[in-house]
């Protein structure tokens, strides 16, 4: 695999920004969080390469990405069909960690002609998270050391969010944005997981602060033809156990 080629996907005057990590293997899309962006889904290409081909997008108000007053369940999904269409894919698998994993399984229910296979992380059914702390970050400082100051422990997390502007140092997303995203992301979505019937890996953190094991496991165990693996990691598995989240993934891929 060489360097990730990015690519711009325009939709509706807006730009989206998207990594293809490149290859002659088949398509798989993949979503991140909140506060991420493709770039973390690098070692998982790596480690795919070469029978899968990882486009990683940088979703709506995330990385280079531009900004929108739309953090609807509907503009994701929108975004991720447009992504799909701009490489001329129509059956990849679709990956999704967190708010992404979200809008993996919807982008199934709603468009199942596009979605093979699904792997949904680190995220439930049933959604009831609270972004509103990272008001407090700013959003310029003058240095790079003062914005990770400023940002106290989580600048360790953001350390790939930080960004040079011409007015200071900044982060690679709006605050604001990312909590109006988290509120129209919670909500009871019972019904999109359920509606697809492609086969899905569902990958739970054991330290994970979001997904419980017991909603974990309900989920499995009502939709058909998906697998639950259970690694011991926090909310950010492909992070904190990415060999163990790569070799679940792939003896995943190969199954199907």
């Known amino acids: 695999m060489g360097e990730a080629e990015r690519h711009s996907v325009s939709l509706g ?20 969080g909140h506060f991420d962006d493709g770039w973390t889904f690098a070692a998982l290409a790596r480690d795919l390469a070469p029978d899968w081909r990882v486009l990683a997008l940088d979703q709506r ?7 929108t007053a739309d953090y609807s369940r509907e503009g994701y999904v929108s975004d991720a ?7 001329g894919v129509t059956d990849a698998v679709v990956l999704g960690h ?8 919807q982008l199934a229910a709603r468009h199942p002609q596009l979605v093979r296979a699904l792997v949904v992380v680190e995220i439930g059914a049933e959604v009831h998270g609270d972004l509103s702390f990272c008001l407090g970050w700013p959003d310029r400082a003058s240095t790079r050391e003062a914005l990770e100051d400023a940002l106290g422990d989580s600048a360790y997390y953001l350390a790939h969010a930080i960004r040079a ?15 109006k995203s988290q509120e129209q992301a919670n909500g009871d979505h019972w019904g999109d997981w359920l509606a697809s019937e492609c086969p899905a890996l569902l990958v739970h953190g054991t330290r994970s602060r979001v997904l419980s094991g017991r909603h974990a496991k309900d989920m499995a165990a009502r939709r058909p033809r998906t697998h639950l693996v259970e690694l011991a990691a926090g909310h950010t598995v492909h992070g904190t156990d990415p060999a163990g989240f790569a070799a679940a993934v792939r003896a995943f891929l190969r199954g199907l």
């Open 61 to 67: 108000g995330h990385g280079h990405s531009e900004r």
């Open 13 to 32: 005057g807006r730009r989206l920004s998207c990594l293809d990590f490149g290859g002659q293997g088949r398509p798989l899309l993949a979503l991140h």
């Open 165 to 179: 502007y011409p007015d200071g140092w900044g982060l690679a997303f709006a605050p604001r944005d990312m909590v």
């Open 81 to 87: 069909a447009a992504v799909l269409a701009h490489f």
């Open 98 to 105: 967190s708010l992404g994993g979200i809008n993996a399984y």
